[in-house]
């Protein structure tokens, strides 16, 4: 059973960093490529970041651009998404993925965890 579970959110103050972490199980974690996405009440859910399966490629949203590095450890088949200089606009509830290819389209991926809200207060 592939399992996707999501830890490191919370309430932070605007300015401040958090790093999520995505932890995989029941999956070949190196043959996925892995997403952040992000959701807020009335809206669809939106990518934030993705990264290919060895890393190699990169992707960030315009609004996280500068302020996200996602990273991921192949031996550990976890992916990270470290945030910085957090603002308001960026209170959602985020949540990993994983899928075959890498893309910026929700519908192109596999799996996904429960998700953990990130609250960032002004």
């Known amino acids: 059973q592939v399992q996707l579970v999501e830890s490191g959110g919370g309430l932070v103050q605007a300015g401040n960093s958090l790093n999520l972490s995505c932890t995989t199980s029941?999956?070949?974690?190196?043959?996925?490529?892995m997403a952040w996405f992000r959701q807020v009440p009335g809206k669809e859910r939106a990518v934030v970041s993705t990264i290919s399966q060895s890393a190699y490629n990169k992707f960030y949203a315009d609004s996280m651009r500068g302020r996200a590095t996602i990273s991921r450890d192949n031996t550990k088949n976890t992916v990270y998404l470290q945030m910085n200089k957090l603002k308001p606009e960026d209170t959602a509830v985020y949540y990993c993925a994983a899928g075959r290819t890498v893309s910026s389209y929700g519908r192109n991926y596999d799996y996904w965890g429960q998700g953990t809200q990130v609250t960032v207060s002004s």
């Open positions: 029941g999956l070949d974690f190196h043959l996925y490529a």
